[in-house]
């Protein structure tokens, strides 16, 4: 564990493969994010991250730094505005292939919605 960690209680994972590191105080416009071991996109820009277990990100106030973990998949549809609105049944998959070991390899079923 590194020890400047100990105090970072306000970022967290979504799964286990998108990290969001939510800014917590009034006028903060950049934050020190911990990335756990691997290799991390910012899903955003989908540019891979600094290679540090501790990086300090841009976080203006209309995004939140979110990052995805390499070799993950995620799927992604329309926005809709609440539960019982019906979606074009289209579902898109972003796909952050690179893994630590600099591979890119993934696979997809083929999906009916």
Request: charged content about 20%; aromatic content about 8%.
């Amino acid at each position: 564990m590194i020890p400047a960690t100990l105090s970072l209680d306000d970022e967290f994972m979504v799964g286990t493969d998108l990290l969001a590191a939510p800014v917590v105080r009034s006028g903060q416009t950049s934050r020190l994010v911990y990335l756990p071991k691997g290799t991390w996109y910012d899903f955003w820009t989908r540019s891979p991250a600094i290679r540090r277990p501790l990086i300090t990100v841009d976080a203006p106030l209309a995004m939140v730094p979110l990052f995805t973990r390499g070799g993950s998949i995620l799927p992604s549809g329309p926005e809709m505005n609440f539960v019982d609105e019906k979606g074009c049944g289209s579902v898109c998959a972003l796909i952050f292939t690179r893994d630590e070991q600099g591979r890119a390899a993934a696979s997809l079923t083929r999906m009916t919605v």
